[in-house]
T-cell receptor, first 116, second 115 residues
Framework: AQSVTQLGSHVSVSEGALVLLRCNYSSSVPPYLFWYVQYPNQGLQLLLKYTSAATLVKGINGFEAEFKKSETSFHLTKPSAHMSDAAEYFCAVSDHMNTGFQKLVFGTGTRLLVSP | DTEVTQTPKHLVMGMTNKKSLKCEQHMGHRAMYWYKQKAKKPPELMFV???????INESVPSRFSPECPNSSLLNLHLHALQPEDSALYLC??????????????FGPGTRLLVL
């Protein structure tokens, strides 16, 4: 079974600072990886996804992530944090169930705190 | 348009009540999902419908009863819930549910409180 690990349940940055949220995956086959963001009391919004077309993936709101096979990582970055980036971020890997259906396996999430 | 809508936004119910959650999408997707999310936890898959057929039931108690009347609509019927069922219930949809590269689009969720 595939899995993802998010290091750091909380990350604090100052406004304007670099954002780095870590995600490592475990997969025996080339993975499909996703980053979702969840603002307070809302659903999940797709930030970006990796589907093997390019190792550097650009997403919405200035976020990007780089797939590194040698490090089994898919870390999320943003050059300059905004107050509006404060939210919960989930890394997820797409797994294939025995029945053939897709199952998203989520990491435990990282809460990003942005201070003025 | 990548919108999934859910109603109601909030729901408070007693343990003897019967209520339903509704989810709708108009993206032409043929797979729809129900997730349960407890506070400060990631979403947990409950059910998957593909082409209006229940394809996956992740050992969910029978007090939760899903229904997919058509390809755009997904319901979750609730009966005799327990306080520990209080959570955010998220609906999602994707093209067919059969490809690992598919993107799941989530609704805003229904926050359920069971008293």
């Amino acid at each position: 079974a595939q899995s993802v690990t998010q290091l750091g349940s909380h990350v604090s940055v100052s406004e304007g600072a670099l954002v780095l949220l870590r995600c490592n995956y475990s997969s025996s086959v080339p993975p499909y990886l996703f980053w979702y963001v969840q603002y307070p009391n809302q659903g999940l919004q797709l930030l970006l996804k990796y589907t093997s077309a390019a190792t550097l993936v650009k997403g919405i709101n200035g976020f990007e992530a780089e797939f590194k096979k040698s490090e089994t990582s898919f870390h999320l970055t943003k050059p300059s944090a905004h107050m509006s980036d404060a939210a919960e971020y989930f890394c997820a890997v797409s797994d294939h169930m025995n029945t053939g259906f897709q199952k998203l396996v989520f990491g435990t999430g990282t809460r990003l705190l942005v201070s003025p | 348009d990548t919108e999934v809508t859910q109603t109601p936004k909030h729901l408070v119910m007693g343990m003897t009540n019967k209520k339903s959650l509704k989810c709708e999408q108009h993206m032409g997707h043929r797979a729809m999902y129900w997730y349960k999310q407890k506070a400060k936890k990631p979403p947990e898959l409950m059910f998957v419908y593909s082409y209006e057929k229940l394809s996956i039931n992740e050992s969910v108690p029978s007090r939760f009863s899903p229904e997919c009347p058509n390809s755009s609509l997904l319901n979750l019927h609730l009966h005799a819930l327990q306080p520990e069922d209080s959570a955010l219930y998220l609906c999602a949809s994707s093209q067919r549910g059969l490809g690992q590269q598919e993107t799941q689009y989530f609704g805003p969720g229904t926050r359920l409180l069971v008293l």
